[in-house]
């Protein structure tokens, strides 16, 4: 009744105030009458007055903007990708990403589409958002470098970084005296010039390098914690020189520039000594993501801006005002990891490509066509190289670090990437650099970082350390092995409960690791140790309370489903156990539509196809993530669907056929113990009789008879483990069953 009910008031409402505004426009027009209205005249017909206004939709300034941004975020992903799959970081795709859609490529071989999507009147807003992108960024970096963990640490890292700093501007300063008449712009002084070129020899990407030693997996190691002490020092003093090379080149001279460093000194007295001490207490009071509500944000961002517009203001540039509130932010590492998670995605994923973008946009490589202009950008990168890999790397070795690890601190500190770029478009902004020589530098800028992955192979080649025995050999006694991989810590505690289950009764004849890998480029130099515990947490203490002994293994990585059954296939283990994702397209008319091509459209299942690993019409009802797994391990992989799985009490094993046979050894595993009780269906006549090889002492297992078998049966368990062959016969067959399904488990054998 309450259903009727609502239909007809729906109705009555919607047919009353249309009869209103009906009414109203009809009386509308009787008022009309006199007023002389202008009715625009359609001379082409309707069709083709909607096309012009749809293209004049279609380059309004927002609409444009938009259409940039999605091209821009694409393409750098793209590259991005690309260049993870070569061993680079992934800045170094989203640079090159820029430069493909500038003049150099995209501009000259595509006009019209440059001209359409690109047009220079619309550089104005890349730049403002881009610029808005930096600011976010930089205060990131700011943060990052967590001043107070650099402490004691201190000593050799400032002799190793201001001799990374004083050598490379020392070349770079005569390097500009040989090139100064010929390319320096008309105007602008040696002294500009030349502490322009000196700064942007000297400059290391602290974030990048950050990374690579994440990648490497050496940032727990004294080496790691050298080069990334290095690196932030290095950062600190190469901002500061640079906030006074701004203001002499904006100043003019030396002596009239001393006003506006009078001034940013003031400044930064100012946020060290009365901002600081405020933004501390606020940080005290707020550092839970429950109290840091959107007031508190607001302050911080309002402190943010207000620094960026002061050092702007002061004539050092917003940049140097964002990276200054970064470091003065409060020093509890949970307040900051919480306020880089509001600020990162936004400023990394969105706004930060708008900066590769227009920095490629403005970078005309065709403008280099000669040989003697590549000679001189030859030049520059020797001299960066030189300068850079050279200072640090001796200077390390001559404060006691070993040949190795001075070369290896020597590459790291080489890298340039993101940083570097900034201080070029600075410079360009200021007019101290011509086009001809920001393309040289820019080039320089990638190469240095290019450079840096096969630098630091090529050292480990010629300077090779004992191998140390891995995590996942400990056990190498153990006669049965199971590796846990997760990503939700909390999964991690489900898939423990599936490996004590499935392993052998007595704890000596069995060992567990617990594998848990993050993407790289979502970890935070600052938090990577506090996320390593959290991580773990849910799953040693199920393993506490289960009375079994695991050892955890943590990685940091760019290829998820690659390293988890490189650890896999290398480590011995009986049984890879993984849970299941979903796409992003199930369930949806999208995914409807595009069936086919996401089974297909990523990059790896597109290369296994070419090569033979995958059938191409081969379908599977599991995530992208996990066919790559399936694919690749060479040992049996347990794929685990979890529909809330707290307990495992009773357990639902169906037989299909022959090649099913492999799961008897966890039939006669489960059976024997007390606390599961098992139920083995044999689903077709012909599985019935395999049934026999199912040990005699496993009192606790139950074999129904296939002519009685109901989906109620099935679904009264906590856990059906199946095969994969049964999984895909169940799918294809019966798939009404799996809407009543407990929690499953699907083994490859």
């Not at 000679?375 to 790397?393: R, W």
Request: with cysteine.
């Amino acid at each position: 009744m309450k259903y009727f009910k609502s239909i007809i008031f729906y109705v009555s409402t919607i047919a009353i105030f249309s009869g209103l505004i009906y009414w109203t426009v009809s009386a509308g027009q009787i008022m009309e009458i006199g007023r002389r209205i202008v009715v625009p005249k359609i001379e082409h017909g309707h069709f083709v007055q909607f096309l012009k206004s749809l293209s004049a939709n279609f380059e309004h300034p927002l609409a444009l903007l938009l259409a940039q941004i999605v091209i821009i975020v694409l393409m750098a992903r793209l590259l991005g990708w690309v260049c993870r799959k070569i061993g680079q970081p992934s800045v170094i795709g989203e640079i090159i990403a820029g430069i493909v859609l500038g003049p150099s490529l995209i501009g000259t071989y595509f006009p019209e589409f440059s001209a359409t999507f690109f047009p220079v009147h619309s550089f104005g807003n890349l730049q403002f958002l881009s610029q808005i992108g930096l600011i976010l960024f930089m205060f990131m970096v700011g943060m990052e470098l967590d001043l107070k963990a650099l402490k004691g640490k201190t000593q050799d890292a400032i002799v190793i970084s201001h001799a990374s700093i004083i050598v490379p501007f020392s070349l770079g300063m005569l390097l500009a005296y040989n090139i100064y008449q010929v390319y320096a712009p008309a105007g602008i002084g040696f002294l500009s010039f030349g502490l322009f070129i000196g700064i942007a020899m000297s400059i290391t990407a602290f974030p990048v390098l950050a990374r690579i030693v994440q990648e490497r997996g050496i940032h727990k190691t004294k080496l790691g914690t050298v080069v990334i002490t290095c690196a932030a020092v290095d950062d600190i003093t190469a901002w500061s020189l640079l906030a006074a090379v701004i203001a002499i080149v904006k100043a003019g001279s030396f002596v009239s520039s001393l006003y506006t460093i009078a001034l940013a000194l003031i400044y930064v007295f100012m946020m060290l000594f009365l901002i600081k001490p405020f933004l501390k207490r606020i940080g005290e009071l707020h550092k839970t993501r429950e109290s840091l509500t959107k007031p508190i944000v607001a302050i911080f961002f309002l402190m943010l801006m207000l620094s960026a517009y002061c050092t702007e203001v002061i004539g050092i540039h917003a940049l140097f005002g964002a990276f200054m509130a970064g470091t003065i932010m409060p020093t509890d590492l949970k307040f900051r990891n919480i306020f880089i998670e509001k600020v990162e995605d936004v400023s990394l994923v969105l706004l930060l490509p708008l900066f590769f973008v227009f920095t490629g946009l403005r970078t005309q490589i065709g403008l280099i066509n000669d040989k003697e202009l590549w000679e001189v950008t030859g030049l520059i990168i020797l001299v960066a190289v030189t300068g850079k890999f050279a200072g640090s790397m001796l200077a390390a070795k001559y404060i006691g670090q070993s040949w190795r690890d001075s070369f290896f601190i020597g590459a790291l500190m080489n890298t340039r990437g993101l940083v570097e770029l900034v201080v070029l478009n600075i410079g360009y902004d200021l007019g101290v650099l011509t086009p001809t020589v920001f393309a040289m530098l820019v080039i320089m800028a990638l190469f240095t970082t290019f450079m840096t992955g096969p630098a630091l192979n090529i050292i480990e080649f010629f300077f090779k350390e004992p191998k140390v025995v891995s995590e996942i050999t400990e056990h190498k006694n153990s006669k049965f092995k199971v590796l846990i991989s997760f990503g939700n810590p909390e999964r991690g505690r489900s898939l423990l409960r599936l490996a004590n289950c499935l392993m052998p009764e007595g704890k000596s004849m069995s060992a567990v690791t617990a594998l848990h890998l993050s993407p790289t480029n979502e970890l935070s130099p600052i938090n990577i140790d506090e996320y390593e515990k959290e991580s773990f947490v849910p799953i040693m203490e199920e393993s506490f309370a289960l009375h079994r002994k695991i050892t955890t293994l943590f990685k940091e990585s760019n290829e998820i489903e690659s390293d988890i059954t490189e650890v896999a296939n290398r480590g011995g283990f009986n049984l890879l156990l993984v849970g299941v994702g979903q796409s992003v397209f199930e369930g949806s008319l999208l995914g409807k539509v595009l069936g086919f091509s996401t089974r297909i459209v990523h990059p790896n299942r597109i290369i296994n196809k070419v090569i033979g690993r995958e059938r191409l019409f081969e379908d599977s009802p599991f995530d992208e993530r996990t066919r790559q797994i399936l694919t690749k391990s060479e040992v049996p992989v347990g794929v685990f669907i979890d529909k809330k799985l707290t307990k495992i009490e009773r357990v639902f094993i169906p037989i299909r056929d022959e090649s099913d046979q492999f799961l008897f050894q966890y039939i006669n595993s489960i059976g024997v113990k007390s606390d599961f009780s098992v139920s083995v269906c044999p689903l077709t006549e012909s599985s019935k009789a395999k049934l026999q090889n199912i040990d005699s002492s496993t009192n606790f297992v139950q074999i129904l008879d296939a002519n009685e078998f109901t989906i109620d049966q099935m679904s009264q368990n906590d856990l059906l483990l199946m095969s994969n062959d049964c999984w895909k016969w169940i799918v294809d067959t019966h798939p009404e069953w799996l809407n009543n399904t407990p929690s499953v488990l699907v083994i490859s054998n």
